[in-house]
Every structure is written in structure tokens, then in C-alpha cells.
């Protein structure tokens, strides 16, 4: 089953805005990882949060992590236009469904 | 300690032909996993490798594609022959213990 859907698909907004993306999965986790993908290009790990943490900070990233509602939230504070790409979350489950799965991925372009 | 590391980053072929991306897991990283993302897509999963056995394959889009990981170190993942729809960046990751995988920079694949 697909995990780590992400909404919006889709985020427009001017630079110096918050931008918050959604991740929500479907069974139990181990952990969850944001991944940031500028286009066509590779992936560049962006913060990591373990079932048993609630909230990671990362310079202007904060991660939440609800594992009652199986959702997680990426928030990027005042958003650049280098901050222009898609966002992905990838959970890793546990018992036999471990391997990483990754969302559809939320596209975010900040306009300057 | 060195990261996965892919090669090439950048691959630019004609239909029809061949070409071999290279997987180099972290050490002593059983656990190696095959990803692409077809351009705009999601990120979807296309293998998964216990030391050299595959264990899930599932994810492989047809016999045109080839994983091999002969000896459980390195990965080689052959496409031949390529179609334009191979394009997309392929991203392998690997994971010790099922508790958190970590992923390559990506290979992007052209096809023309």
C-alpha cells in the first residue's frame, strides 16, 4: 500500500512566507524522512524523525510528527527562492513492511 | 564515514542503447534499494537487495532492466535497451538494520 502521501501536491507563494507541507502514511513506522529533490537532480536529505519524537528543528525546517493521526508536517519559515523544489516524505515501516516508501511529493515554488 | 555514492550523476543516451548506474552502498549495509523518478512523478520503488539475494522486486518495470549486486557490496543497475521513458533520476539507498535507510545523490538518466 502507498505510504507517505503528501499534500498539497501543489504550493505557490512569495518569498519571505512559510510554506507547510502535509505527509500522512498508512501503518506503523519506525521513522520518517523529509527529502528535498530540485528538478531533475538528486536527493538531498533534510531531516530525519525517529515514531517515539513528536518535533525536529533544522535551521528554518521544523518537522512534526503526529503518529495518533499517522501524519507528519514539513515547515519551511521564510521561504527563499532557493527553497524551489519537491518535497518528499519517506516512511519506513516496520515488521515486513519496512522498505522506505516515498509519496507523491509536494511541488513548492517560492517566487522572489 | 562515505555516504552512498552513485555513478554517473548525469547519464545522456540514445534510444536503444545500454547503459549500467552504479550503486555503492555504505559498509557493511546489507540492505540496498533501487528508486526512480520518472520526471514529475512520484518516486517509486524498484528493488530491494539482501546482501546480493534479491528480496522484492516487484517495483521492476519490465525485463528490460537488469539489478545485479554480485558479491552483496556494490549495485549495477542495466537498462538495455533504453526507451525514452527510462528517463528520470535513479536513486539507491541502503540500510543496516531496517531502521533507516539513507539515500544516494540520484543518477539522472536522459534518453533521446
Known amino acids: 500500500s502507498q505510504q507517505g502521501e503528501e499534500d498539497p501536491q501543489a504550493l505557490s507563494i512569495q518569498e519571505g512566507e512559510n510554506a507547510t507541507m502535509n505527509c500522512s502514511y498508512k501503518t506503523s513506522i519506525n521513522n520518517l524522512q523529509w527529502y528535498r529533490q530540485n528538478s531533475g537532480r538528486g536527493l538531498v536529505h533534510l531531516i530525519l524523525?525517529?515514531?517515539?519524537?513528536r518535533e525536529k528543528h533544522s535551521g528554518r525546517l521544523r518537522v512534526t510528527l503526529d503518529t495518533s493521526k499517522k501524519s507528519s508536517s514539513l515547515l519551511i519559515t521564510a521561504s527563499r527562492a532557493a527553497d524551489t523544489a519537491s518535497y518528499f516524505c519517506?516512511?519506513?515501516?516496520?515488521?515486513?513492511?519496512?522498505?522506505?516508501?516515498f509519496g507523491r511529493g509536494t511541488s513548492l515554488i517560492v517566487h522572489p | 564515514e562515505a555516504g552512498v555514492t552513485q555513478f554517473p550523476s548525469h547519464s545522456v543516451i540514445e534510444k536503444g542503447q545500454t547503459v549500467t548506474l552504479r550503486c555503492d552502498p555504505i559498509?557493511?549495509?546489507?540492505?540496498l534499494y533501487w528508486y526512480r523518478r520518472v520526471m514529475g512523478k512520484e518516486i517509486k520503488f524498484l528493488l530491494h537487495?539482501?546482501?546480493?539475494?534479491?528480496?522484492?522486486e516487484s517495483g521492476m518495470p519490465n525485463n528490460r532492466f537488469l539489478a545485479e549486486r554480485t558479491g552483496g557490496t556494490y549495485s549495477t543497475l542495466k537498462v538495455q535497451p533504453a526507451e525514452l521513458e527510462d528517463s528520470g533520476v535513479y536513486f539507491c539507498?541502503?540500510?543496516?538494520?531496517?531502521?533507516?535507510?539513507?539515500f544516494g545523490q540520484g543518477t539522472r538518466l536522459t534518453v533521446v
Open positions: 539507498a541502503s540500510s543496516q538494520d531496517r531502521t533507516e535507510a539513507f
Open positions: 519517506a516512511s519506513s515501516g516496520t515488521g515486513g513492511s519496512y522498505i522506505p516508501t
Open positions: 524523525i525517529r515514531s517515539n519524537e
Open positions: 559498509s557493511g549495509h546489507d540492505n
Open positions: 537487495f539482501v546482501k546480493e539475494s534479491k528480496q522484492d
